[in-house]
């Protein structure tokens, strides 16, 4: 087993630990940021997806062969479906994970493929 730092959850800064109620209070959302901008000791969007980007490259060049379990949070594994992917950090695409959703990649021959994606049978599945 590795701990990788890298795979936290999006730096939420003073709002960390704040009920939802207390962070609207004191830190107001900031609908109009650029991709590069932040507030409030915040990460910011284009910080958390270079830091999935980073770590991704790290576990595939480390990892030549056989599986590689990851476990982190839900932002973490969107921003790691897009650099998987491809995909703009700008992009319209989004995907769901919920509270221990399993999702199955693979890299084939050179193709990327997602087998399985927000799987939760284990969940209601007492004989798993």
């Known amino acids: 087993m590795y701990i990788e730092d890298l795979l936290?959850?999006?730096?939420?800064?003073?709002?960390?630990g704040l009920s939802r109620?207390?962070?609207?209070?004191?830190y107001p959302y900031q609908p109009h940021l650029a991709l590069h901008e932040s507030v409030y000791e915040q990460e910011s969007q284009l910080q958390f997806r270079y830091r999935a980007e980073h770590v991704l490259s790290k576990i595939l060049s480390e990892n030549k062969e056989g599986t590689i379990v990851v476990i982190t949070h839900g932002g973490?594994?969107?921003?790691?479906?897009?650099?998987?992917?491809?995909l703009p950090i700008n992009t319209e695409v989004f995907v769901s994970?919920?509270?221990?959703?399993?999702h199955?990649?693979?890299?084939?021959?050179?193709?990327?493929?997602?087998?399985?994606?927000?799987?939760?049978d284990h969940l209601t599945n007492k004989n798993l």
């Not at 109620?21 to 004191?26: F, I, P, S, T, V």
């Not at 890299?107 to 493929?113: F, H, N, S, T």
């Open 8 to 16: 936290a959850e999006f730096n939420n800064g003073l709002i960390a």
């Open 21 to 26: 109620e207390e962070a609207a209070e004191k």
């Open 76 to 86: 973490m594994i969107y921003q790691l479906y897009r650099a998987f992917l491809g």
């Open 97 to 102: 994970t919920g509270d221990t959703g399993i």
């Open 104 to 120: 199955e990649w693979v890299i084939a021959d050179g193709k990327k493929i997602i087998r399985a994606s927000n799987k939760t």
